[in-house]
Nanobody, 124 residues
Framework: QVQVVESGGGLVQAGGSLRLSCAAS????????MGWFRQAPGKEREFVAAISWSGGTTVYADSVKGRFTISRDSANNTVYLQMNSLKPEDTAVYYC?????????????????WGPGTRVTVSS
């Protein structure tokens, strides 16, 4: 069983930066692909970024490409989402998810474990 918990959300002005962290528990974390998703009020959950088990493959939504960077520290069972040049439209609850397979995926249903989320608010 894998548990994931996000942290690092908060209020930031447009153009600012935040780094989200996702701490995962479980002995096989290094074998899991990880993803970040977000859900804005009144909208469906959407893909943000994903990383393969090795960290060798990363995938980004077009809306965040060039601004967000996903990375992982398997020694510390942690995944990060560095968010730069934030925009008001990035405001959402951000969720970390773990997948029992090694390949990064963009579809929420492909992930097996989810964190409770951390709220990010970007003011204009």
């Amino acid at each position: 069983q894998v548990q994931v918990v996000e942290s690092g959300g908060g209020l930031v002005q447009a153009g600012g930066s935040l780094r989200l962290s996702c701490a995962a528990s479980g002995p096989t974390f290094s074998n899991y692909a990880m993803g970040w998703f977000r859900q804005a009020p009144g909208k469906e959950r959407e893909f943000v970024a994903a990383i393969s088990w090795s960290g060798g493959t990363t995938v980004y939504a077009d809306s965040v490409k060039g601004r967000f960077t996903i990375s992982r520290d398997s020694a510390n069972n942690t995944v990060y989402l560095q968010m730069n040049s934030l925009k008001p439209e990035d405001t959402a609850v951000y969720y970390c998810a773990a997948r029992r397979l090694q390949a990064a995926e963009v579809t929420p249903s492909k992930y097996n474990y989810w964190g409770p989320g951390t709220r990010v608010t970007v003011s204009s």
